[in-house]
């Protein structure tokens, strides 16, 4: 258990640092593509997320596949679209998405 837990948390802190080691060139990087650095700080912020869900979405995948997991995001997209946007293009993402799953079932990832 105890090495598990220091793998795990080395793998946080260097997600953590790669998000950290951006904001010396946040100015350089608004400044190239002529956004306010707020933007650009939020994200990189918004990356740290990705670091975070690394021992949650690592073990779905061991257990439910790879393909379960890449259809997530369509359906959350979808979701919101419903939500908070066009019911329309909300439709559009869902049969995308059904499509793609299917794709991925009869040609399934390695």
Avoid at 59 to 81: Q, T, Y
Wanted: aromatic fraction near 10%; charge should be neutral; hydrophobic fraction near 60%.
């Amino acid at each position: 258990m105890n090495r598990t837990l220091n793998i795990v948390s080395f793998l946080i802190f260097s997600s953590a640092l790669s998000v950290r080691a951006i904001d010396p060139v946040v100015p350089q990087i608004a400044a190239d593509f002529a956004i306010s650095t707020t933007t650009v700080a939020l994200l990189a912020a918004a990356f740290a997320a990705y670091g975070l869900a690394q021992p949650i979405l690592g073990p779905m995948a061991d257990a439910f596949g790879k393909n379960f997991e890449l259809g997530l995001p369509v359906v959350f997209i979808a979701l919101h679209l419903f939500q908070f946007g066009d019911k329309y293009l909300c439709h559009v993402v869902l049969l995308v998405g059904l499509v793609q799953q299917a794709i991925w079932i009869l040609h399934p990832l390695p």
